[in-house]
């Protein structure tokens, strides 16, 4: 799988011919101003919760892309009330086969609110089942013991995790996230963007070489092999 970092939460995996986008805040993103939106393909638009900072970009990519935007129900409708017909309502617990794999909705500890005000409902990860392998995307959450039911869905080649700390999980407690889902790699967000969330790289790095995982911290617009 290719996975392509578009900073702050913001990445992509594509999988076969399939492009699945999450989380799209580009255009506010001060540090991703060398990314061109247009040129971002999407054949799916997973949204882990309204925060502004994770949906900003999503209705100019859907509406040029087509892409179809996943979230849970609450998320969907506003979407919907914006004219947006190609969408996939989920909520917790609950999993569909989509034509690049198996995705379930599952548990994260954060908040919800978009950016109107509207109730965002209950923040989630996607657990992504593909041909090509298996991966986790937290979404902006604490660590949480819930975790410990993801290895049971699937094998996890990859997880996807905050690390920034202050509103979400820092390294340290991603470090035992990857323990909770049994993965040797991590790819680490939502960090450096605004000064609450900025950290030491290379301590967050040494910390994981020395518990024998990998964390990786590609560059905006850089794209990995996985």
Wanted: contains cysteine.
């Amino acid at each position: 799988m290719k996975f392509t970092y578009y900073g702050h939460a913001c990445f992509a995996v594509q999988v076969g011919q399939h492009h699945i986008l999450f989380d799209p805040f580009i255009t506010p993103n001060e540090l991703a101003r060398h990314i061109d939106i247009h040129q971002i393909p999407a054949d799916y638009i997973l949204v882990s919760h309204g925060h502004a900072d994770h949906v900003a970009d999503v209705a100019a990519i859907a509406k040029r892309t087509g892409a179809t935007i996943v979230s849970n129900f609450e998320i969907i409708e506003w979407f919907q009330g914006q004219g947006f017909q190609k969408v996939h309502p989920m909520n917790h617990g609950g999993s569909w086969t989509f034509d690049f794999g198996k995705v379930k909705y599952v548990h994260a500890i954060h908040s919800s609110k978009l950016p109107d005000g509207t109730n965002g409902g209950n923040p989630g990860g996607f657990v992504c089942q593909t041909a090509q392998g298996n991966f986790y995307y937290s979404g902006d959450t604490a660590l949480t013991l819930d975790m410990q039911l993801i290895p049971r869905y699937a094998r996890i080649d990859f997880a996807v995790f905050p690390i920034g700390d202050n509103f979400t999980m820092g390294y340290e407690d991603a470090l035992v996230a990857a323990e909770l889902v049994q993965t040797e790699r991590v790819v680490g967000v939502h960090y450096d963007t605004f000064g609450y969330i900025k950290i030491d790289k290379e301590a967050a790095r040494k910390a994981f070489q020395e518990a024998g995982r990998q964390l990786l911290l590609p560059g905006i617009g850089e794209t990995i092999e996985l």
